[in-house]
């Protein structure tokens, strides 16, 4: 009687002690919470609206009269879009490490790969709420611009091309994304982002400026070339969107999975 009770005990203890995993969607609210409550992250996601607003005052003030339309406000306000949601992927990683928080983050969620998927899932949502509120200020100054010009707005971007743009945005914060995980140091990440950005995209455009042969082979390497395609809404055939997923797959696929890797058998401090 004494051994079963004992036994009895043990298993009423496990099982007490059997808690159920944390939900993705909790996972997912902490990290969106986590963008917001460092001053960083919080000043940054605010800069995305003021600029935003900055960009599209400076459209309707600048611009000719009749060259005012949706597509020139879209354009005015892509530069501090391209920017600046590539460095909230990028700190969405790193903060784990800058702040020296993983160890927390990684003790109570011992799954990286939950936690990383979470961040990917966290980045993609404030890239795509912060497209929504870009182009909803850039529809609100293209009727503001339009009235005081005396004309008629001009809705000249549809949807399958504000897709594209959204499109773009995400294989940027793709990359800032991707350069977090390898790297995993704000720094670093950020400094990377505009060597690939600038530096990279400037010798591959110059060497298919004077090399006949690179001409047909920088669209598949060169990954800021597919994004501008995206943009403008020019990618439409089928070897485009292959260009796309070449692209995709050498800056972001292959890069990401090897940081994945070493992230998970790395030490965390």
């Known amino acids: 009687m004494t051994t079963q009770a004992a036994q009895t005990a043990t298993t009423t203890a496990t099982a007490r002690r059997a808690v159920p995993p944390i939900p993705t969607s909790r996972i997912v609210g902490v990290e969106l919470r986590k963008m917001f409550d460092t001053r960083s992250g919080f000043w940054l996601l605010l800069s995305i609206g003021v600029l935003s607003v900055v960009a599209t005052a400076a459209a309707i003030v600048f611009a000719p009269e009749r060259s005012l339309s949706y ?8 530069f501090p879009m391209t920017l600046l949601l590539p460095m909230i992927a990028i700190l969405a990683v790193t903060s784990e490490w800058s702040q020296r928080s993983g160890l927390t983050t990684f003790t109570l969620v011992p799954s990286r790969g939950r936690v990383i998927g979470a961040k990917a899932i966290a980045t993609i949502v404030v890239g795509i709420v912060s497209m929504l509120v870009a182009f909803t200020i850039g529809a609100v100054g293209n009727v503001v611009g339009s009235a005081l010009a005396g ?11 504000a897709a594209q743009i959204v499109l773009g945005d995400l294989v940027g914060m793709a990359i800032g994304f991707t350069l977090g ?17 600038f530096v990279l995209s400037g010798i591959l455009l110059l060497l298919a400026q004077v ?18 395609v995206l ?15 070449a692209t995709t797959m050498l800056w972001i696929v292959v890069p990401l999975v090897v940081g994945l890797v070493l992230l998970r058998r790395s030490e965390v401090k």
Not at 73 to 78: I, K, M, P, V
């Open 71 to 78: 597509e020139t406000l879209t354009t005015a306000l892509g």
């Open 151 to 161: 004309d008629d707005a001009v809705w000249n971007i549809g949807p399958a091309h």
């Open 181 to 197: 995980v390898v790297l995993r140091s704000s720094a670093a990440a950020i400094v990377g982002y505009f060597v690939l950005s």
């Open 211 to 228: 090399r006949e042969g690179f001409t047909d082979l920088q669209p598949w390497l060169d990954w800021n070339h597919t994004q501008v």
């Open 231 to 245: 943009f403008e809404g020019e990618t439409s055939s089928v070897q485009e969107w292959v260009q796309l997923a």
